[in-house]
């Protein structure tokens, strides 16, 4: 059982298309920021809460901040409600509620270039999924893949935390989730190659919400901000530097591991 401990804490960092093999990392100038002291209301919202077989853990007061929190917003769109947009450029994830309103939801993204962008379906959802590594990831890394070649069973060591959302197109799997994460403090940072993350108690809120069916829009680094200004106005300054900042992501040389 010894290396069972090491062994999953790598696999938080290179699962499929949901991991980055250099880790955690993220860029100034862009995505949610410190806000001040946490309010009671968001501890509150990010405590413990059973679910299930199991205890979501509560979110440390370090990784988290007024800005990251769950909240409805001004988002103009026409989407129907139910769609859920996804702008990884700001680390925001939107669920459409109609009349340009949205519970906004912060999300830890790709590093380097986005693995999805682009429309796809939701046609199924699981609570506490299970997670199996491809062909792809046992050929490259047979050592660190095969104990789990039949499968990680849910729960709190899981890659795709609490709940998981399967990506679709045109009726086959991208290998793309939107899922909760046993590691709170990479929410709102770049640390993923290309899946959606939120704190597990966000995606548990999502996933009551999410019908088979919904759509989603993983919108491209050039429509970064979109929906959070009102149309036909001038695009703020704000949202320039997130969009600069989100293609200095893309195109940066990866780190020296």
């Known amino acids: 059982m010894s290396y069972r401990l090491p062994l999953l804490l790598s696999l938080i960092l290179l699962v499929a298309a949901c991991a980055h093999p250099n880790g955690p990392s993220s860029f100034p100038g862009a995505g949610p920021g410190a806000g001040g002291p946490v309010s ?6 990010y405590s413990a809460r059973p679910d299930g077989d199991h205890t979501i853990p509560a979110v440390p007061r370090k990784d988290l901040s007024n800005a990251k929190r769950r909240v409805e917003v001004t988002y103009w769109t026409r989407e129907p409600a139910g769609t859920i947009i996804v702008d990884p450029g700001d680390f925001h994830l939107y669920y459409v509620l109609g009349h340009n309103k949205a519970i906004r939801y912060t999300v830890s993204v790709g590093k380097q270039g986005y693995g999805f962008s682009g429309r796809a379906t939701i046609p199924f959802k699981r609570k506490w999924p299970r997670w199996t590594p491809t062909p792809n990831q046992l050929k490259r890394d047979p050592a660190l893949y095969s104990p789990w070649r039949k499968g990680m069973d849910g729960g709190l060591e899981n890659p795709l935390g609490a709940r998981a959302l399967y990506l679709y197109r045109d009726g086959r799997d991208t290998l793309y989730r939107i899922h909760g994460t046993p590691y709170p403090e990479t929410i709102g940072k770049a640390t993923t190659d290309g899946c959606i993350r939120l704190f597990d108690q ?5 996933y009551d919400r999410v019908k088979p069916g919904t759509r989603v829009i993983v919108r491209p680094i050039s429509e970064t901000g979109l929906g959070t200004y009102p149309p036909g106005t001038p695009v703020p300054r704000s949202v320039l ?4 900042a989100a293609r200095a992501r893309v195109h940066a040389p990866p780190a020296e591991e």
């Open 241 to 244: 530097a997130a969009r600069a």
């Open 202 to 206: 966000d995606i548990a809120d999502l």
């Open 40 to 45: 009671p209301a968001v501890v509150a919202m």
